[in-house]
């Protein structure tokens, strides 16, 4: 069964700051990685998605993530933070032709 | 282009009433998910219909049903609500045939059962 662990409910970083939100997976064949962003009272966004090629996936508004195979981890960056970065992030996972399951959730908060 | 679309917003129940919420993409994608998000528990999938005329079970299905009624729609009912199904409830749909395809959210239904 595949799995994903988000293991900080809440990621707190100045204003400026470069921010990391922390993602592991568990999966059996190639994984397909995905993160999505979710603002209060509304769906969640996609952001980006590693399938294949390079480790460093570059996405929506700033956002990279890195995919690191050896460590099972698919770490969410950004080099500086803004106040309106303040929202909840799902790191999410799939091989083949499985359905997509989500790790619980970071919330990140990012003060003035 | 709409994406996914999901009513109603908002929803109070009571126990053991029914409703039905639904969902329609406008994309031509040939798969469509019902997800439930809870505090702390990330989004469990409570089914699925991977094309239309199937479905299947997902995590959490127990208390549910789907219809997919078309390649555009695909309902989920609750036939007798329980305050253990207030939740926020999500449609997502995905054109399936390529493993890295995007899958794509509703903007949720909020459902509180008193």
């Known amino acids: 069964a595949q799995s994903v662990a988000q293991p900080e409910d809440q990621v707190n970083v100045a204003e400026g700051n470069p921010l990391t939100v922390k993602c592991t997976y568990s999966v059996s064949g190639n994984p397909y990685l995905f993160w999505y962003v979710q603002y209060p009272n509304r769906g969640l966004q996609f952001l980006l998605k590693?399938?294949?090629?390079?480790?460093l996936v570059k996405g929506s508004y700033g956002f990279e993530a890195e995919f690191n195979k050896s460590q099972t981890s698919f770490h969410l960056k950004k080099p500086s933070a803004l106040v309106s970065d303040s929202a909840l992030y799902f790191c999410?996972?799939?091989?083949?032709?499985?359905?997509?399951?989500f790790g619980k959730g970071t919330m990140l908060l990012v003060s003035p | 282009n709409a994406g996914v679309t999901q009513t109603p917003k908002f929803q109070v129940l009571k126990t053991g009433q029914s409703m039905t919420l639904q969902c329609a993409q406008d994309m031509n994608h040939n798969s469509m998910y019902w997800y439930r998000q809870d505090p702390g528990m990330g989004l469990r999938l409570i089914y699925y219909s991977a094309s239309e005329g199937t479905t299947d079970k997902g995590e959490v299905p127990n208390g549910y049903n789907v219809s997919r009624l078309n390649k555009r729609e695909f309902s989920l009912r609750l036939e007798s609500a329980a305050p253990s199904q207030t939740s926020v409830y999500f449609c997502a749909s995905i054109l399936q045939g390529d493993s890295g395809n995007t899958i794509y959210f509703g903007e949720g239904s909020w459902l509180t059962v008193v």
């Open positions: 999410a996972v799939r091989s083949g032709y499985s359905t997509l399951t």
């Open positions: 590693y399938i294949t090629g390079d480790n």
